[in-house]
């Protein structure tokens, strides 16, 4: 994303210019937007015009619209991001208060307005971390992956902020039977070249909307037992078959890995391990996926020194468990797209305690990663404290009991 | 307009028909343990002896398996039958054989030992009625597969609802058939299973040599193994009490494969039948897709058959429905009395792991899917299934309590469905679904 021009006083209300230039942007936007914030946009408009003839008729034009945000409508697939809301800002066309939704676009220019209206939000410590980091201009880890098994594959594409499922794959594979082989060895074959002509639709896509057309973004495979390996003997056969470029580029990129199923939730495994690892270097997924093994280590150890959920982890803040010296506060961007404010102040309110109060640590993960994923399991939010405490989770409610004592045990 | 049904039923009355069909009794069991602990060497050497298997087809596979310097793998390519199996020397997928002693009918499930595929293993101990538990007695490798998958595979039989184990102390002639050495794996086994809940009663240890056919079939000849009285494999197969048939329940099928069976109909699918009963001409559900088929015809034990009962495994060949309505892990009941889908249910575990709300695989059979452990409800008693703490932040290795499960998608379950809960490729828990 590009920052065009930012006015942002002290007190966090302002404005920040702001143009979209690759996919990913659409993301970053979407955790941005709030409701009640002022969104500036270029925007197609039915226009009625009476001729002189008194014949009314409708026609398009386009104009600047500023919208007060009602809702965001964020399609992860097609990384289109819609915003509703109400006419804010009186123009010739249109009504004050009427109706619109805005489209945002790559290359095309967006102004995003905080702090105007009381009910919103503003520029608070967490939305000018995000648009700093949106903003980043380095070049960003890239990465597509195929979890696979024996007649499902799961094409994704990694970012550095999002893991998208890009499509699943499914060809029924014969399993194997006394006299009948080759139903098996068709199966896998045919889902093979399946997989390959979609991985590859899919990488033609996404080319049209990259800038740099000449790279080839690296490829990883992932399967339980020899699958991907024996994917990517296809692939180097199918590249020698055809002399196809693309493929050709493609196969000395290609890694392969162990994974525990093809569900996309194995990448974490995948992504984790040491050998991928030193690969990928310094990306936040990495970081992130290393955090949270760190997180669920410590709660296994049931020790009280993590916690998660959100009563527990304020309670472990309030005493000063989470600060200087080890303590860390992991939460779920998902926190601060929350559609009621209150919410997202709270939440903020938490990160900037224990930043910089308690000096500890503050990690917001992405909910479109697995990392993230792990972490709704969790509540959304965990900490690793400086100090064990036990029982910050009492006074729970009611859980409904309908064990029948005596019955059979599940093992 | 009504269409007419495109094959005749009989109409028969299908647990009478058993009844006076004075048909066998039948067993199905699933063969577990460590990779290459000698599970498919066994059974083919059982297979071979009982001349199921022919001298010439043993032959060939010698030839074949010697060309690729694998000539030790002979018997086990019996079973083993992809390219990939006999090029690595493992068994990916369970294969499915069978035989027959004067007092039963067997189908064997022989499972995978790599812990790659332990989703194969868990569909072939979902359809077994008793397990035969196979351990390589040579230096080192009985205590490596105890950290292995020995365990593991015993904790998941025993938690997808097998009772019954034969304990094959298998390759014995590595160790010169050591009485101490089978006696001090003996010890260990016991009393790992009966802390896993195995009744002594249930559990049978025989000494075996695959390999060489020794204890298998026949009994042992060599001196060094004169101590030993007890039952042969075979024998002890045979001991084994069948399990019990849900014959006039509705009909629930699993299918574990769905294929083209050829000219006879345009799909075909098997599975085991855990209860009911399906003939000729029966129209079927198949569910999460919640579309009818006819069944044209039925084979069992590649022989065609008018009706087949809970605890066979037959092959039905289809008609009438779009073969993208049938996949592996499905269940088929009657269009009269339907599973439902459920999306999110309540279920007691036995934890293997530590457990954490987290994602997870779920299995059922075939079926796998993904899903999440959304909330720990409970810790409760291992005894008496009362509560002992309410919302538990982290459920141990060992401990039973109930969580609440949540399905990527809706799919056809049912209260009182054994399913296994894993992450990353590991055991996490095994549960009975509550609601
Ligand atoms: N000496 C000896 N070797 C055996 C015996 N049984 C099996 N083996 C050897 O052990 C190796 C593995 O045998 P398999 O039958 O493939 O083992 P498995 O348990 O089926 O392996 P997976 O299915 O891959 O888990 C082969 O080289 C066999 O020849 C035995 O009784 N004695
Ligand atoms: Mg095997």
Redesign the pocket.
Known sequence: MRLERSTIDKHGSGSAILIPEEPEDMWHAYNLIQPHDHLRARAMRNVKKESSTGTVTSKPIKLDLTISVISTDFDIGSGQLHVAGRVAVENEHVKLGSHHTLDLELNRRFTLIKGVDSKGGIWDSVALEMLREACETERKAELWAVVMGEGTANICIITEHQTIVRQRVEVAVPRKRRGGIDGHDKGMEKFFSTTLSTLLRHMENAKSTQQDTEKTTPLLLASPGFVAQAFQSYIKAEATRTMNKTLLALVPTILVAHSSTHHVHALKEVLSSPAIMSKLSDTKFARETALMDKLTTLIRQDDGRAWYGPREVERAVDKGAVGRGGGVLLLSNALFRAQDVGERKRWVKLVDKVRDVEGGEVRVLSSLHESGKRLEGLGNVAAILTFPIEDLDEEDEEVVNHAASGEEMVI | MEESPSVKSKDLNVAEEFEKSGMKRMANFVVI??????????M?RLLFDLNVIDQRSIDKLRKEAETIGKS??A??WV??QTSEERNR???VDIATNHFETEKTRFTIL?????KDFIPNMIAGASQADFAVL?IDASINSFESGLRGQTKEHALLVRSLGVQRLIVAV?????ISWSQSRFEEISQAMSTFLTTANFSSKGITFVP?????GENVVRKVQTSDASWYTGPSLIEALDASEPGKRHIEKPLRLTISDVFKGGVIAPISISGRIEAGSVQVGDAILAMPANETATVKMIEVENKPVDWAIAGQIPTLHLTDIDPIHLRSGDIVCTPKDPVKLINTFTCKILAFEHVLPSSVDVFRGRLHTEGKISALLARLDKATGEIVKKKPRVVKPGEVSRVTVVLEKELPLEVGTRVVLREGGNTVAAGLLEG
């Open positions: 343990g460590h990779v290459d602990h000698g599970k498919s060497t066994l083919g030790s793998f018997l086990a079973m083993d020397g493992v068994t022989d499972a995978p030992g790599h196979v298998n390759k014995m002639d590595t075996c040599a695959g390999l060489t």
